[in-house]
């Protein structure tokens, strides 16, 4: 059974190299078009995200992928999709197809003012991120989210702006045991740029989550923060503010928020970076409220002209409030990424979670080997 997806991966593979010498990218009245195609074949060890009785198998991945991308003087637009098929070795009964489509869009009114919107829609069977899964209802189903961000920004001088914000997120989730969930999110700012390496803001965030069906919970954010540049690479960026809480059992809260990072972009090759967030989230899987904290770090570099090399890492704590569950997620990966030619790329990644909690059945660990080309036309 375990050699079943390798054929595939090899003629798949095969049959990319034969589309490599078509020409699939090309300018309609100034749209970039894009086609992008796929396979890989990786190992999971825990393809259900269990803690006893767990699954191992291989698992064969194939994906088309559009691009559309327009700019003028005063706007500019892109547009891209994907469609992945995951086929199974062993776990037939889990073949599936996911989607993902992803909108951003730009408009300059004048000099002084500008909107931006953005909206992104995934399906899929399992998260993405160490971030997709710090919080997460363990097991494998699939969910559907869409995020839309829109922004207006205006500068009244050359030091001073002011923008509004709105967020919209749905998550609906396949698994029986938990509810979907609505998220908007309504927002002010002001910034300030006293000299060029130093940035004021202030902001008020309203945030409700919506339970359907179930009950809902709202958020009053007050913050301050700055940017402040060390040289013209390195920064740190930092937010703390308190959340006003009325929570879904009518409780009322008032918390920290504390978010910070440091970036180092060390040159045109290298770039690292390290993040840490503290407070109070209405997480989309339970009608409660996730206490936590949680860092992450990156690494991205050229190794050689060809090879490129990323790590990562993150380790989240974070309690359930008042059904006093504890989770603790530990992740790190390593990547690879080899040029074969202008269109085409080698990919090998390892990812590593672990999940420990205070219940039993959500705790896990998952190993994952992922060996893939992509071609970019």
């Known amino acids: 059974m375990k050699k079943i997806p390798i054929i595939t991966f090899i003629i798949f593979i095969v049959w990319l190299t034969g589309l490599s010498g078509s020409a699939f990218c090309f300018n309609y009245k100034g749209i970039d078009v894009k086609v992008r195609c796929s396979g890989s074949e990786s190992y999971d060890d825990n393809i259900t995200f269990v803690n006893k009785n767990e699954r191992k198998d291989f698992i064969t991945d194939i994906s088309l992928g559009l691009g559309l991308k327009y ?42 003012d500008r909107i931006t919107l953005k909206d992104v829609f ?34 009244i001088t050359r030091q001073f702006s002011i923008g509004a914000k709105y967020s919209n997120e749905v998550n609906d989730i396949s698994k029986e045991d938990i509810n979907d969930s609505y998220l908007n999110i309504a927002g002010l700012e002001a910034t300030y740029f006293p000299s060029s390496n130093i940035l004021f803001m202030l902001s008020y965030d309203f945030t409700c989550r919506n339970f359907n069906p179930g009950s809902s919970a709202t958020t009053h954010t007050v913050a301050s923060g700055l940017r402040y540049y060390m040289t013209k690479q390195f920064y740190f960026d930092g937010r703390a503010g308190i959340d006003i809480i009325n929570s879904y059992d009518n409780k009322n809260y008032a918390k920290p928020v504390i978010l910070a990072s440091l970036v180092n972009d060390i040159d045109e090759n290298s770039r690292a970076s390290i993040s840490f967030a503290k407070r109070y989230y209405t997480k989309a899987y339970a ?34 409030i008042p059904v006093d569950v504890t989770d603790k997620l530990r992740g790190v990966s390593v990547a690879f990424t080899y040029d074969l030619s202008e269109s085409s790329k080698g990919n090998l990644r390892y990812t590593y979670s672990d999940v420990t909690s205070t219940i039993d059945t959500r705790e896990y660990n998952k190993n994952k080997i992922f060996l893939g080309i992509s071609y970019e036309f």
């Open 71 to 112: 700019e003028g003087k005063t706007h500019s637009i892109e547009l891209g999709g994907n469609i992945y098929q995951q086929l199974f070795a062993k776990y037939h009964t889990f073949n599936n197809t996911s989607e993902d489509l992803t909108l951003d869009f730009r408009q300059e009114f004048s000099k002084y």
């Open 122 to 155: 995934t399906h899929t069977y399992e998260p993405r991120s160490f971030e997709d899964v710090f919080g997460r209802t363990p097991g494998r189903y699939s969910y559907f989210k869409n995020r839309l961000d829109l922004a207006y920004t205006k500068d």
């Open 287 to 320: 009608q409660d409220l996730f206490d936590y904290w949680e860092t992450r770090g990156t690494f991205t570099t050229q190794l050689y002209k060809r090879l490129g090399c990323s790590i990562s890492g993150f380790y989240g704590e974070g309690e359930y």
